[in-house]
C-alpha cells in the first residue's frame, strides 16, 4: 500500500476528485457539482493510494476585508474521506498540509463551518461566530439549502440581529465580510440558478476559524499578544459577516 499526498490545481486534475465527491455528497446535484467545479476557483488536497483517490479537502480562496485591510483567506470545504479509510489519520495528514502551505503562502486564518466542533477543535479551529439564518422575500416560503461546510444566504454572529445588504458599504460595518467582487457576485447569480438539492446546515451551525500566522493576525487585528485560543475568543466578540459561497 503506498498513500501520497496530491496538490490539484487544474480542472483535469481535479476532475479525478469527483467519484469521491459524488460518493460522499450523493444528494448534490450533477447540475451543482458541474457547476462547482468548473466555475470555483480552488485547489484540492487529496490522499492518493495505490493510484486511487480515498479523500480529499478542498481550498476556496476568498478576498476578504479584515479589519480593513484587504487579503486571501481559504474555505475549507468538500472534507471527505471514503467510509472504509476513515479512523486512519488520513484527514488529520490533510490538514496538517494545508495548514502548512497556506502558512507557507502568507494566509493569515482559514475558515471553515463543521459538521460538530468537536471533530476541528484539536486541530486549533474555534468557533468565531454562531450563524443566524434569515430568508429574502424573494425566498419567503420557499425552502433554501446549503452546500457543505457552508451558511445560508445572510448568515453572522446571531447576537448582532439583521444584516444588510450585499454592498460593500454596509459590509465595512463587519470587521470581517467577503468583498463582493465582481467574480464573486456572477458566481452568486449562476449559483442561484441552479435548482440544487444540496444538504442543509448543522442544527446549530458556526463559524470556525484557525490562526495560521500569529503575527500578521495581531498586526491586523491590533489585540494584545495572548494565546491564539483568546484572540479567537476577542474575534468572537467583533460583527462578522459571512454568507453561502462556496
Given amino acids: 500500500m503506498m498513500r501520497k499526498i496530491l496538490l490539484l490545481k487544474t480542472p483535469e486534475e481535479q476532475e479525478r476528485t469527483k467519484a469521491l465527491y459524488r460518493e460522499i455528497f450523493p444528494e448534490d446535484t450533477e447540475a ?36 480593513g485591510k484587504e487579503i486571501t483567506a481559504s474555505y475549507i470545504y468538500a472534507v471527505a474521506t471514503k467510509k472504509e479509510k476513515r479512523r486512519q489519520g488520513i484527514m488529520g495528514e490533510l490538514l496538517r498540509y494545508a495548514f502548512q502551505l497556506l502558512k507557507e503562502e502568507g494566509e493569515v486564518f482559514c475558515i471553515l463551518i463543521p459538521v460538530a466542533e468537536s ?14 439564518k434569515e ?32 454592498n460593500e458599504k454596509a459590509l465595512q ?18 449559483e442561484a440558478l441552479l435548482d440544487s438539492e444540496e444538504d442543509a446546515l448543522p442544527e446549530n ?42
Fill in 32 to 67: 451543482f457539482l458541474d457547476f462547482y467545479y468548473k466555475e470555483r476557483p480552488k485547489r484540492i488536497l487529496a490522499m492518493e493510494e495505490d493510484g486511487q483517490i480515498i479523500a480529499m479537502l478542498h481550498l476556496n480562496p476568498f478576498l476578504l476585508s479584515f479589519f
Fill in 205 to 246: 451551525p458556526v463559524l470556525m476559524m484557525k490562526i495560521l500566522n500569529k503575527p500578521l493576525f495581531l498586526s491586523y487585528t491590533g489585540y494584545p499578544d495572548e494565546s491564539e485560543e483568546e484572540l479567537l475568543r476577542r474575534l468572537s466578540g467583533e460583527r462578522i459577516h459571512f454568507s453561502d459561497d462556496i
Fill in 119 to 132: 471533530i476541528y477543535s484539536p486541530y486549533g479551529f474555534r468557533t468565531v461566530a454562531k450563524l443566524s
Fill in 173 to 190: 460595518d463587519y470587521v470581517l465580510y467577503a468583498v463582493p467582487t465582481k467574480a464573486l457576485l456572477e458566481r452568486r447569480k449562476k
Fill in 135 to 166: 430568508e429574502s422575500e424573494a425566498e419567503e416560503g420557499k425552502k433554501e439549502k446549503a452546500p457543505k461546510n457552508s451558511a445560508e444566504p445572510k448568515c453572522e454572529a446571531a447576537k448582532h440581529g439583521n444584516l444588510p445588504d450585499f
